[in-house]
């Protein structure tokens, strides 16, 4: 499964679903001047194999693509339908035949979703998509690049989490299962969601993303979705133990 050419990752985005700062909020965390603590949607660009994969399109995707100079993507992986993730797909219109990969459930949702993209005659201009179905167990061929899913929990929704050579990707996990644990055991680089200090219903909290980290025991672990009730990025990366660290936009990293 591991591969010993060099994998880079960019966070593009290391926030919620609210984006950091939070629309109306005036909480030190929002109104900080520290550039780490500016949160877009969260999305990441992989390049392993000499292809360019985008893990999840958000709501902020034109931003984030026009931040890399406009790089060219080989495939999109989809981790779920919620908006912070799938929202910016109708941003895809200057990428044709671009394939996607996504669970069924997440296929048919973008199917009502964005209808008028898959009508029979659609309207000049709209994305054409090539979605490519995939499941929770089996490794797929992503245009070139082996991936094995992670099934996580997010709550009561299962999604997918993915490992790509060295990388293991895992967003929006609330519960993961202990065989998954343990095929992720050593994986030299984890990226991990902890959305804020508190318990939350759906979400990591940040001790419980440490603790998933220490029986995981990766050579490496980065921090992602996090909302602005984290804490200053200054703060917080203070607290963390050797090996871990939190992502902010623009972060990245060779393994």
Known sequence: MMNNEKLTITILGSGTSTGVPQIGCTCDVCQSSDPRDKRLRQSALVRYQGKNILIDCGPDFRQQILSTGGMALDAILITHIHYDH???????????????????DVIDALHKRLAYCFADHPYPGVPHFNIVEINDHDAFDCNGVMVHPIPVMHYKLPILGFRIGPLAYITDCKTIAPEQVERLHGIPLLVLNA??????LSHLSLSQALELIEQINPGRAVLIHMCHQIGLHAQVEKILPEGVMLAYDGLEINV
């Open 195 to 200: 959305l804020r200090l508190d318990e939350h």
């Open 86 to 104: 799938i929202g910016g797909l109708e941003e895809l219109r200057g990428f044709s035949d671009l394939p996607i990969y996504a669970r069924g």
